[in-house]
């Protein structure tokens, strides 16, 4: 775990899987302000799911962000399709962490290599930036970088962390906060060449052979919770 913790504060990803009966995907993860457009072509080709942000707590609400369960569900009356949609539930959780997406403004069409690296490293460099900003200045801040909708989706982790939901989400900001990093990270799902998830064998095959440190979600949460239980608690963006 401690390896893990000091590759990821280097700017290096790592693997994490969530767990049995959950997802059961592994996904591969970096601190968002290392992200290069090397690192975004190594998830699109090596994992191949969805490219993404993990946003905590502290910061979403800072920034007045909401979950797009809730925004789709206050026009379910206004829209009949929308209404049809959110009737359905998810098959592994109660709640899905998805927001709004965006891109860089310095983007073209942000789909780039070039341009996702450069609104997921300018994303976890702003949430360093404005650690300390009340909660005006920072969406100021962000308002001025980045337009929505774009090409990277936002997940919002739950306030609680590792508590209340235990998905990708949540475990890669608390890796995140653990390693000193800004909170932020991004992510990807790795996919096989089935068309199904990547198994997670076939997932330790591959870290293995990039050296790349292999995590299962409980080791996260138990490292998470000891250092709760010892107060020496993680900063979160607040």
Request: aromatic share 8%; with cysteine.
């Amino acid at each position: 775990m401690k390896t893990a913790i000091r590759v990821y504060q280097s700017g290096r990803p790592i693997i994490v899987y969530d767990a049995d009966g959950r997802e059961e995907e592994c996904d591969l993860l970096l601190p968002a302000e290392y992200c290069t457009p090397a690192f975004v072509r190594q998830f699109r080709q090596d994992a191949g799911g969805l490219i993404f942000l993990a946003v905590p707590a502290g910061l979403w609400k800072k920034l007045g962000l909401r979950f797009m369960a809730d925004l789709l569900t206050e026009h379910a009356s206004q829209i009949p399709f929308i209404g049809e949609m959110t009737r359905h539930r998810l098959p592994y959780d109660a709640t899905s962490s998805f927001s709004v997406s965006l891109n860089h403004v310095e983007t073209f069409t942000g789909i780039t290599d070039n341009d996702r690296s450069l609104t997921a490293r300018s994303f976890g460099e702003l949430a360093l930036a404005t650690r300390a900003h009340p909660p005006r200045q920072t969406v100021e801040c962000f308002g001025k970088a980045f337009r929505s909708p774009g090409h990277i989706p936002l997940c919002l982790a739950s306030e609680d962390l590792l508590t209340t939901r235990k998905g990708h989400t949540e475990l890669a900001c608390a890796m995140s906060f653990m390693a000193g990093t800004s909170g932020v990270s991004l992510g990807c799902e790795m996919m096989g060449d089935d068309g199904a998830a990547m198994t997670k064998d076939e997932v330790i095959r591959y870290a293995r052979k990039q050296n790349i440190p292999f995590l299962e979600g409980a080791q996260i949460i138990e490292y998470w919770n000891r250092l709760k239980a010892t107060s020496a608690q993680p900063f979160s963006h607040a």
